[in-house]
C-alpha cells in the first residue's frame, strides 16, 4: 500500500502565498512523475503541475509564472509553492504519484492520490 499526505492548504488573502507539501510513504520501490491536481466546487479535476524523478516540470497554463514545482526524491515529497493567488485558484488541491511497488511492477507505476488539502483564497 502507499498512502500520499498533503499539508499546507488554508485560507489566504487574494495575492497571498502558501506552500503545499505532499509526503509519499508505504511500499514504495521507486516514484515517477508526481504532482498536483484540484478540483474547484462544481468543476473537473484538473492539473496544475507535474514533475517527473529526473526533474522535468509541466504546468497548467493558469499557474505558470506564480506557481512552482519541485521534489525531493529522498524524502518522497513534492511542494507546490504558490505565489499571487487568486480567488478561482480556490480549490481542493489533490497530490498525485505514479508509483512502482517492486522491481515487476509497471514500468510508468500505477496512480495513487491524496485526500486532499483545501486552499481557499479570500478576495
Known sequence: QVQLVE???GLVQAGGSLRLSCVASGSIFS???M???RQAPGKQRELVARITSG???KYADFVKGRFTISRDNAK???YLQMNSLKPED???YYCHALVRTSAIAPYYGLDYWGK???VTVSS
Request: proline share 0%; aromatic share 10%; no cysteine.
Open 116 to 118: 486532499g488539502t483545501l
Open 76 to 78: 518522497n515529497t513534492v
Open 35 to 37: 504532482g498536483w491536481y
Open 7 to 9: 499539508s499546507g492548504g
Open 90 to 92: 480556490t480549490a481542493v
Open 55 to 57: 526533474g522535468s516540470t
Open 31 to 33: 516514484i515517477n512523475a
